[in-house]
């Protein structure tokens, strides 16, 4: 019988306090894997921004250890099927990749997806005209136990919906206000005891475009560009100050309105995530 295999992949970091925690716990067991990360990050997902200065020293470890590094948008906040705007589609993706490109050896690129939702919502047609312009991998998943969710119980989550697959793909987060990474090993452990091997490469099928080709279906994930935002969507992005005006007009809001997501989404934050 074929040997299963598992694709790690931690996604909204790099985190001072969650990401090397995660790296000292692979190096020990020789385990390579994918950090997509995020230039800029918001507060309501709570991301270090890639680009700071402990982002980048972060990162230098994550190469410097043999993973690689991906680009999983600037703001973590816009999903890219909701506008057919080319200049904030250059600025989630290409931004993000101006901050991390000497990093980003694969060009690998993992989109916002409010949920961890295969949908239309993902893309628009000049979401993916830009990826493939640009020579993108793009890399997706088929397995999320949500464990931003169910920080206890995520790894028993994630061993059940590997049944389904000869080759998993996981997205899991180093972000330790999920507080999900101490069942890191416990996860890590019951993988080894079932004899799956782990390797760094992707699944094809979790790569429907490769180096700007289309090599797989991508009907389900390209929407018009106007679809409607996921409300927590709509939240992330209130939170992102400088690009207020932009804001306003994408969501056609007031400012009355914009205010009044933005108080929202603090308590959102407070309830959540205790800040």
């Not at 290409?94 to 694969?106: R, S």
Request: one cysteine or more.
């Amino acid at each position: 019988m074929a040997t299963k295999k598992l694709t790690l992949s931690f996604d909204n970091g790099p985190d001072p306090e969650c990401t090397p925690m995660v790296l000292d716990l692979l190096k020990e067991r020789n385990i390579k894997t994918t950090f997509f990360v995020c230039g800029k990050g918001n507060s309501l997902h709570p991301a270090l921004e890639a680009g700071s200065t402990e982002g980048l020293r972060l990162l230098d470890r994550i190469i410097d250890e043999g993973h690689w590094v991906g680009n999983h948008s600037l703001s973590h906040s816009v999903e890219l099927g909701t506008t057919n705007n080319k200049l904030l589609i250059e600025q989630e993706i290409g931004g993000n990749e101006e901050i991390i490109k000497e990093y980003n050896q694969h060009k690998l690129f993992r989109p916002y997806m409010a949920g961890g939702i295969i949908s239309p919502k993902i893309f628009s047609q000049e979401a993916v005209d830009f990826l493939c312009l640009n020579k993108y991998t793009l890399v997706l998943f088929n397995v999320l136990p949500k464990d931003w969710e169910n920080p206890q119980t995520w790894h028993l989550e994630a061993l059940e919906q590997m049944e389904n697959y000869d080759w998993s793909d996981i997205i899991i987060h180093d972000v330790s206000l999920y507080n999900s990474m101490p069942k890191l090993e416990e996860f890590l452990n019951e993988v080894e005891k079932r004899e799956i091997e782990i390797v760094q490469d992707f699944p094809p099928d979790c790569m429907p475009i490769v180096k700007g080709n289309i090599v797989g279906p991508i009907d389900g994930i390209v929407g018009s560009g106007k679809e409607d935002p996921h409300p927590f969507t709509k939240l992330g992005v209130a939170f992102i100050n400088e690009e207020k005006e932009s804001i306003l007009e994408r969501f056609s809001m007031s400012e009355d309105e914009f205010n009044e997501l933005r108080k929202s989404g603090l308590q959102l934050r407070k309830e959540v995530f205790g800040l």
